[in-house]
């Protein structure tokens, strides 16, 4: 009797363990749900931003030029806090004294959220990849591209379930000097921007 008795209570036991309850795992769900920058958490947006730059020629420093830029991103969390992203297509389009150009850029980044309370995420992230530069003047066009790299921080504010409003200031030094130039030609560009995305 004894042995039957252990035996059963074993079996019921073992059900216990294998068969979980209705609400087992969705505390997890719960709290991913709620809190963003959660390991898992995938993040998808983009940001409008207004543009400072500065060409920089044969190491000589030239006029500062304003533009508007657009720059879609997604992220993905490895861990709380910790986001690795892309900017799979920035774009910018600039026309000034009747010169046109056009910047088609790729880029990849890492950085960390941090938690401030009140839904407050101060973050910084480092950044590095590719530019194209077109630029159009009196019929004639020239094609350079380049390594870009540099870094961004700023504030992303949750103010909605599921999205977040994203506030920063992004600093770029973008290479593009000819093949076989002795010095750097490119621009050193700094953007304060302003953006919305969504995560889950």
Not at 153 to 175: C, F, I, M
């Amino acid at each position: 009797m004894k042995r039957v008795v252990v035996g059963g209570l074993t079996t019921v036991f073992l059900v216990v363990l294998l068969v979980p309850s209705p609400g087992f795992g969705q505390s997890e769900r719960a709290a991913r749900k709620e809190v963003f920058a959660y390991r898992g958490t995938w993040e998808l947006g983009g940001t409008l931003g207004f543009l400072a730059s500065t060409p920089v020629t044969n190491g000589s420093t030239g006029e500062t030029g304003y533009t508007i830029t657009a720059t879609p991103y997604v992220g993905y969390f490895l861990f709380h806090g910790l986001e690795l992203g892309a900017n799979p297509l920035a774009f910018t389009w600039n026309r000034e004294a009747g010169v046109t150009t056009t910047d088609l850029r790729l880029l990849a980044s890492a950085g960390y959220n941090f938690f401030a309370g009140a839904s407050l995420y101060p973050y910084a992230e480092g950044v590095a990849g590719y530019t194209r530069r077109e630029t159009s003047s009196d019929g004639s066009t020239v094609t350079l591209s380049g390594f870009t790299w540099g870094g961004r921080g700023g504030l992303k504010v949750a103010l909605l379930e599921g999205s977040v409003l994203v506030l920063g200031v992004q600093y770029l030094r973008v290479t593009l000097s000819p093949s076989g130039a002795d010095s750097r030609s490119g621009s050193n560009e700094i953007v304060g921007f302003a953006g919305w995305s969504v995560w889950f």
